[in-house]
């Protein structure tokens, strides 16, 4: 696709549930990041693939979170055990290497997925 | 943590009126960036600035790297109703890794035709 695309759009789940969100990122971007939104703050780091390997995946808030990109491609995050403070907005963002020469440094991220942990 | 601040969180202009966005670190940056999210949208990339006093322009924005490279600032002249959304700076410090940002807060503007 022409660009990042992100299902679902909307998730609503029950406290205790186990959650995918799914990040499909532009065609060739070797690097793909997760991050998370809540309401009036900024985009917050949660894990950097560059390829298939989690290259940094600090910013994950605890092990209830994961994340994986099996084939260096599609990538899923994973949230078992939802807690009502897990409910933002999931943005996935994919680029070029950001060791490449050729790297502009913009990230292009998708619509994103809205979690509601009830 | 590191951190990027900004400043104001809000800002309500006339149409017309100039408008500006500051954003400070506690720490030298290796660079810093620049996105806007509309209403209900997604970040969408404006520039990147990666030079001590750097300035650039695009159209009516101008954008500048201060000198110690800690802080930045993004104008834009005469606003229109179109450049309603939540400006973010994001940086990336010195001596961390070269992929990940640390964004602001962001700055809502609204603006009134």
């Known amino acids: 696709g022409a660009g990042v695309s992100q299902t679902p759009s909307n998730k609503v789940t029950e406290k205790g549930k186990y959650v995918e969100l799914r990040c499909d990122p532009i065609?060739?971007?070797?690097?793909l990041y997760w991050y998370r939104q809540s309401l009036g703050q900024g985009p917050e780091f949660l894990i950097y693939?560059?390829?298939?390997?989690?290259?940094?995946d600090s910013g994950l808030p605890n092990d209830r979170f994961f994340a994986v990109r099996p084939e260096g491609s599609v990538s899923t995050l994973k949230i078992q055990r939802t807690e009502r403070g897990d409910s933002a907005m999931y943005l996935c963002?994919?680029?070029?290497?950001?060791?490449?020469?050729?790297?502009?440094?913009?990230?292009?991220f998708g619509e994103g997925s809205r979690l509601t942990v009830l | 943590g590191q951190q990027v601040m900004q400043i104001p969180q809000y800002q309500h202009v006339q149409e017309g009126e100039d408008f500006t966005t500051y954003c400070n670190s506690s720490?030298?940056?290796?660079?810093i960036q620049w996105y806007k999210q509309r209403p209900g949208g997604h970040p969408v990339f404006l520039i990147q600035?990666?030079?001590?006093?750097e300035v650039k322009k695009q159209k009516r924005l101008t954008f500048q790297f201060g000198e110690a490279k800690k802080n930045s600032s993004l104008h834009i002249t005469a606003t229109q109703t179109t450049d309603v959304g939540t400006y973010f700076c994001?940086?990336?410090?010195?001596?961390?890794?070269?992929?990940?940002?640390?964004f602001g807060k962001g700055t809502l503007l609204t603006v009134n035709p």
């Open positions: 963002a994919s680029s070029t290497s950001p060791y490449s020469a050729s790297n502009t440094g913009e990230l292009f």
């Open positions: 065609s060739g971007h070797t690097a």
């Open positions: 693939f560059q390829g298939t390997g989690a290259a940094d």
């Open positions: 720490t030298t940056l290796s660079n």
């Open positions: 600035l990666v030079k001590s006093g």
């Open positions: 994001a940086g990336q410090h010195s001596g961390g890794s070269n992929y990940k940002l640390t």
